[in-house]
Nanobody
Framework: EVQLVESGGGLVQAGGSLRLSCAAS????????IGWFRQAPGKEREGISC????????YYVDSVKGRFTISSDNAKNTVYLQMNSLKPEDTAVYYC???????????????WGQGTQVTVSS
């Protein structure tokens, strides 16, 4: 059974940090790119970061560049999203997803987690 399980969300004050984890199982983790998405109330889902499995290349949306860092521990089949300097506008449900490609080449992700809530207070 394919599973992506996010954890690490919570309530934090503006300027604080959180580290999200995405634990994967049930598929060939090393063959998949992993992305992080978020969806705020009343807004469309937004792709914010991705890490390639071929060479570890990373990608970020402009709004999180310099504040968020994506990383992967292949031994643990886990991808992390370190979020620093959090802002109230980062408040959203955060999802990880797996793309059946070595690289972050598409928005058509194959597997999704259930999401974890991040709330940033001002």
């Amino acid at each position: 059974e394919v599973q992506l399980v996010e954890s690490g969300g919570g309530l934090v004050q503006a300027g604080g940090s959180l580290r999200l984890s995405c634990a994967a199982s049930g598929f060939a983790f090393d063959d998949y790119a992993i992305g992080w998405f978020r969806q705020a109330p009343g807004k469309e889902r937004e792709g914010i970061s991705c890490i390639s499995s071929s060479d570890g290349s990373t990608y970020y949306v402009d709004s999180v560049k310099g504040r968020f860092t994506i990383s992967s521990d292949n031994a643990k089949n886990t991808v992390y999203l370190q979020m620093n300097s959090l802002k109230p506008e980062d408040t959203a449900v955060y999802y990880c997803a797996a793309l059946d490609d070595y690289d972050c080449s598409s928005d058509e992700y194959d597997y999704w987690g259930q999401g974890t809530q991040v709330t940033v207070s001002s």
